[in-house]
């Protein structure tokens, strides 16, 4: 039933951060450093002040705070001229803290020596960039989830990237082994909702993905016309191959250049309201939608279909191997705070794979005066550039700009900003960072007084193909690193909305779509988050008597502008030869800069991250 804001707790005291969301240009110059008593003494940066960002509830990810001088640079065309020239000296300056830029820091220590000076910038509050650890303890014990990267897909993993996670302690197959969470494989269901589909139904047993031929019944359950419901048990029962009779360069027209919508609509035969079924079901997996990505992209993504196509297998039957994974309770943040813990062993000194999902990191250890690596957050790196053998890195950090010496540098942030930091690169390398937009990506925690509902109704979560967040699931079943939250474990659990924010769909390119579903997330307020998953656990879970006044502990938004890296599609991007794509002119090193992060694979994968962290640091001489 539809409740009102006040009966949805929209005005209820929940933890929360403040939030300022996304401003316009003109409020982004107001609200530039002024300039207040700059130092160039670096032992009163001051971290202390920092707490401990991941109890933080709220806007995270790009949290407010983290973007404006960026944009402000990149944007509004800002100089930031006078820095004040710090006295400290580092061997290298390392942009950014995600998995790639501590990655660096780590091998650099390595090829350089136990004695390097090393300074990481990060524009955010916390370490880890996309890899995110959201900590809970509103109602009783702790509880962690993913506010970003999550799975390690470690079949797939190079033996160096294995080798390496193996010197941190890290045990993949055993992570793998302690994991009991399939992402609501083992409870599945599809929740139409009353503001799409005229009242909310809650399907149990069928999923998005796969074929389905033991549940076709469930298909008269849903709300759309008989018609459809008949089409779609159609599409899901037929054997008849589309394909045959069809030449080679017909067969690749249909695999590789036509949408996964068009096939469904022009191929498979479905009309237009069982089609939209499938519009939210890539939105975490690829970030893009179906409209945008070919049928062998959908298909590998598991949508339906390749029974037409004359493959017998059920694709949702098995598991296939990528989708064979390993995860620590908050996601890869784990593998952020082992490399932090080992780079900076105060922070955490008695932290180890072990135990790393519980242990608590003392922020104020980052960036202590005199020690030899030192991680400096909330510092945006405006400007770098080549001078006499050194690279100068100039940053803005509580409204201050200060400039920093090292001999080497790398940048491990997005690519997007690098022609705005490194003027001095050639056109077309600028051009090809530009290139690389990344995919807006959004992951909501909320945590719930229990999860009884879920198991009243007999899910583990659901497909939501009518609502701003794709799929709903509840985090049970997570064992890992010292960290316990099994199946049976009463009270507080967190549930994760998964997805993205897509623009009204219109025909134009990929580039444009990702660029207006970036700027309508960044203009999004807290409060239209926090409405929307109240309304959808109010929908799906009120029938067992949840009540989203009273049983939501706390919400954490995190919202990723510049989420997944920027991998080639069929549909949108050529053929390169090998050297001439994109991503290969990015990353070429100027001087003594590098260039890694993940972008440089154009691979939004952790162990892109941390190859092309080594690759940055290889180039370094
Ligand atoms: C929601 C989400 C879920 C994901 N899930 C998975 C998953 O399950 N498995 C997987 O393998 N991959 C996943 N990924 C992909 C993820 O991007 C990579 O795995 C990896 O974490 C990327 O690390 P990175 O260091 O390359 O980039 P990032 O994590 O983006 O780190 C770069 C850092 O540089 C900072 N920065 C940028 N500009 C500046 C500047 N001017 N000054 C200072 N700092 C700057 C950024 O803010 C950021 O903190 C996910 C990504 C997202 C967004």
Redesign the pocket.
């Known amino acids: 039933m539809k409740k009102t804001d006040r009966e949805l707790g929209m005005l209820r005291q929940i933890s929360r951060r403040d939030f300022i969301h996304g401003t316009s240009l003109t409020a982004l110059g107001l609200m530039l450093p002024t300039g207040c008593g700059p130092t160039n003494d670096a032992s009163t940066v001051s971290t202390g002040s920092v707490g401990y960002p991941p109890t933080r509830t709220g806007m995270r990810g790009s949290h407010p705070g983290?973007f404006e001088t960026?944009h402000a640079l990149a944007r509004g065309g800002v100089r930031f001229d006078n820095p004040v020239d710090l006295v400290e000296e580092y061997d290298v300056v390392i942009?950014?803290?995600?998995?790639?830029?501590l990655t660096a820091a780590y091998q650099y220590r390595k090829k350089f020596g136990p004695e390097s000076r090393i300074l990481i910038?990060?524009?955010?509050d916390d370490f880890?960039?996309?890899?995110k650890r959201n900590e809970f303890h509103q109602g009783g014990d702790m509880r962690l989830s993913w506010g970003?990267?999550?799975?390690?897909?470690y079949l797939s993993f190079s033996n160096p990237v294995l080798q390496f996670l193996a010197g941190l302690g890290i045990d993949v197959q055993q992570l793998n082994k302690d994991l009991d969470f399939h992402y609501g494989g083992d409870g599945p269901a599809i929740w139409f909702d009353a503001d799409t589909y005229g009242r909310d139904v809650l399907v149990p047993g069928f999923s998005i993905y796969g074929r389905n031929l033991d549940a076709l019944d469930k298909i008269d359950l849903f709300p759309i016309s008989e018609s459809g419901r008949a089409a779609l048990r159609q599409f899901y029962s037929s054997d008849t191959n589309i394909l045959d009779g069809m030449s080679e360069r017909e067969i690749e027209h249909v695999l590789r250049r036509t949408s996964y919508t068009e096939f469904l609509s022009r191929h498979a035969g479905l009309p237009d309201e069982a089609v939209e079924l499938f519009t939210k079901a890539t939105d975490g997996y690829w970030g893009v939608q179906p409209h945008s990505l070919s049928t062998t992209e959908a298909m590998n993504a598991r949508l339906p279909g390749s029974h037409l196509l004359g493959d017998e297998s059920d694709r949702a039957a098995g598991l296939e191997e990528s989708e064979v994974v390993a995860m620590f309770p908050d996601?890869?943040a784990s593998i952020a705070r082992l490399l932090v813990q080992s780079l900076i062993s105060a922070v955490a000194p008695a932290a180890n794979a072990e135990n790393i999902a519980t242990a608590r990191f003392d922020y104020g250890q980052l960036d202590r005066s005199g020690a030899s690596i030192r991680l400096r957050l909330e510092?945006?790196?405006?400007h770098v550039g080549n001078e006499d053998g050194h690279v100068a890195v100039t940053?803005v950090r509580d409204g201050t700009t200060s400039r920093v010496r090292a001999k080497h540098c790398v940048l491990?942030?997005?690519h997007v900003?690098i022609p705005h930091?490194c003027p001095e690169l050639p056109e077309e390398q600028k051009e090809a960072q530009r290139y690389q937009v990344k995919h807006p990506?959004l992951?909501t925690n909320v945590l719930l007084r229990s999860g009884k509902g879920f198991e009243q109704l007999g899910i583990t979560g659901a497909y939501c193909p009518g609502r701003m967040h794709a799929k709903a699931w509840l985090i049970k079943g997570v064992n890992t690193a010292g960290y316990h939250e099994g199946r049976d474990v009463e009270g507080p659990v967190p549930v994760m909305f998964w997805g993205m924010v897509a623009p009204p769909r219109r025909d134009v390119p990929i580039h444009s779509q990702l660029r207006e579903a970036r700027q309508v997330l960044l203009e999004m307020k807290f409060e239209d988050f926090e409405h929307e998953v109240r309304t959808v656990l109010n929908g799906m879970l009120g029938p067992t008597g949840f009540d989203a006044a009273e049983d939501i502990l706390a919400i954490t938004v995190?919202r990723?502008p510049?989420?997944?890296?920027y991998g080639y599609l069929d549909l949108w991007d050529s053929e390169w030869k090998e050297g001439q794509a994109p991503h290969e002119i990015a990353r070429q090193p100027l001087g003594n800069i590098t260039i890694?992060?993940?972008?440089a694979a154009a691979s939004?994968?952790?162990?892109?991250?941390i190859e092309?962290a080594f690759r940055a640091v290889d180039e370094l001489n």
């Open positions: 983290s960026a942009v950014g803290a995600g998995i790639s830029g910038l990060d524009n955010h880890g960039g996309h890899a970003g990267t999550m799975n390690l897909e996601g890869n510092s945006t790196a405006v940053y491990a942030c997005y900003i930091l990506m992951v995190n990723w510049h989420g997944y890296a890694a992060n993940s972008d939004a994968y952790t162990q892109a991250a092309e």
